[in-house]
């Protein structure tokens, strides 16, 4: 009775005074098994009893101390080495608190990339054509991956469940293809510990991944995403963590509940692969896309963090017209994404599967992810990752002459199946398109038809669904183009 009595004392007192006993907790991202980024900043963050000490021992560290706020929450800075190759060091890490500890441990001082987007990158290795070879063989202790548990917020939060684990047959299998290719080749390049997170969902929309606050600040995004949202019924539901196909596509959840609660995690950079939830869209989407790049790069404050987005495959939407070329124009907007600094798009259309949405070629994604990497952020400048760019056509008689960028053609043109460059078209001045010829010249491509007898314009690759033949000789694939202006025809 005694004792009941006193704690109802404490209880009374505590609640008198504003004191708070905070359960001791580190963030649910920070785990045994993770990988840690190098050169950086390690964050240490959770909460305990507010105005209570918490030490942090590193075991490559001094150890430090630092008191919790008067909410209970704290955040502590570890200084971090490079990262040597071949140095795959088990390491430590303690966080005291009041009599309690909590070790992380089997850490590993690396490389972290942050792999999101909707269906394609959700896309699993056990699903990728050459799963059958690739998996029994995909046991690297030193690649470290999580995948975060779907959930939606409608305000921001720092919760986020998952698990870090080293890779193995079993622990892959269901993780991104796209990202485990992407991680695999930079090990393999780099000799370093190498730490995969997926945070993402099938079918969502570029604004799902946009703060509301960012969505509010610019007139079109708002226009276009937010006041719809918030004027609608949908807004008025109380948001769970349940997963369906309308609610991935609402402005600003999934970056509550699957980017936000990773914010103070130090990385290397983002993998992105969406944009079929968005096809409809044009210059709105370029928008969003490079507005989402920003806010991300402001929030997890580590400058103009690189971001690598794979562009949509060929796809025919159920409409099996050859000269349909919506899709295309949205893929030119895609591509206008990487005008924005340290952004750049890897080439899908040599891969696709025209009826597959889904198609299951993510093993040569993930390496051209990696080869834009290990070239823009790894510095090893003859790691080749562009395919052939147009730089500009040049008419000569009834022929469209098509030179490239020369950085991309250095090693030549080709052709993947060695039959003619296909899916070229040309137009007159009258606007109309016609099949043409194309041939390879040196490092140029000519076109013509005898259709189109004073050419004015070239399109390559520019409709819906076209599996592409055209690259250069390091295998990379030519990048859709047109060289006129002409409006899109709705």
């Known amino acids: 009775m005694r004792t009941f009595v006193v704690l109802i004392l404490l209880y009374l007192f505590s609640a008198k005074t504003g004191i708070a006993q905070t359960i001791f907790k580190i963030a649910e991202v920070l785990q045994s098994n993770m990988v840690i980024q190098q050169k950086r900043p390690f964050k240490v963050w959770g909460t305990a009893t507010p105005g209570s000490v918490v030490t942090i021992e590193a075991d490559w560290s001094k150890s430090l101390t630092i008191k919790a706020d008067n909410r209970g929450n704290f955040i502590a800075l570890i200084y971090v080495p490079a990262a040597q190759k071949g140095d795959f060091t088990s390491r430590k890490i303690s966080i005291k608190n009041n009599g309690q500890a909590t070790v992380l441990s089997n850490l590993l001082i690396g490389d972290v990339w942050l792999c999101s987007g909707q269906s394609n990158m959700q896309f699993k290795v056990s699903e990728d054509k050459n799963a059958a070879t ?211 798009m890897v080439v899908s259309m040599d891969v696709g599967e025209a009826k597959d949405l889904h198609p ?71 606007g109309v398109f016609h099949d043409a010829e194309a041939k390879i010249a040196g490092q140029t491509v000519v076109v013509s038809s005898d259709k189109v007898p004073q050419p004015v314009a070239v399109r390559y690759a520019f409709t819906n669904y076209p599996v592409t033949n055209l690259q250069n000789t390091k295998g990379l694939p030519a990048v859709p183009f047109r060289t006129d202006n002409w409006p899109e025809k709705r």
């Open 134 to 344: 690739e998996l029994p063989a995909a046991n690297y202790p030193n690649i470290r991956l999580f995948s975060a548990d779907l959930n939606f917020s409608a305000t921001p939060i720092h919760t986020i469940k998952g698990k870090w684990q080293a890779c193995t047959p079993e622990s892959v299998k269901n993780f991104s293809s796209a990202g485990y290719f992407f991680g695999k080749t930079l090990f393999h390049r780099l000799n370093i510990p190498i730490g995969l997170i997926f945070s993402g969902i099938g079918a969502s929309k570029v604004e799902a991944f946009i703060p509301q606050d960012v969505l509010a600040a610019d007139k079109a995004l708002d226009s276009a995403y937010l006041t719809p949202y918030l004027n609608s019924p949908k807004s008025k539901e109380k948001i769970d963590g349940g997963f369906s196909f309308e609610k991935v596509m609402r402005p600003y959840l999934l970056y509550n509940a699957m980017i936000h609660p990773l914010i103070n995690l130090s990385l290397s950079g983002f993998c992105w692969y969406q944009g079929e939830g968005n096809r409809n869209e044009r210059e709105v989407y370029t928008l969003a896309t490079q507005t989402m790049i920003r806010a991300w790069r402001e929030r997890f404050g580590q400058g103009d963090l690189p971001f690598y987005y794979i562009q949509v495959a060929p796809y025919f939407y159920e409409k099996e017209d050859p000269e349909l070329n919506d899709y295309a124009f949205f893929r030119e907007a895609q591509e206008r994404i990487s005008t924005l600094k340290n952004t750049s």
């Open 360 to 430: 299951k070629q993510k093993r040569a994604l993930g390496i051209r992810l990696a080869r834009t990497a290990l070239n823009l952020h790894y510095g090893m400048d003859t790691v080749a990752y562009k395919g052939p760019h147009c730089k500009s056509m040049q008419v000569k008689g009834n022929t469209a002459v098509i030179y490239f960028d020369k950085e991309s053609v250095k090693s030549g043109l080709s052709t993947k199946d060695g039959k003619a460059p296909q899916f070229f078209t040309i137009a007159g001045a009258d």
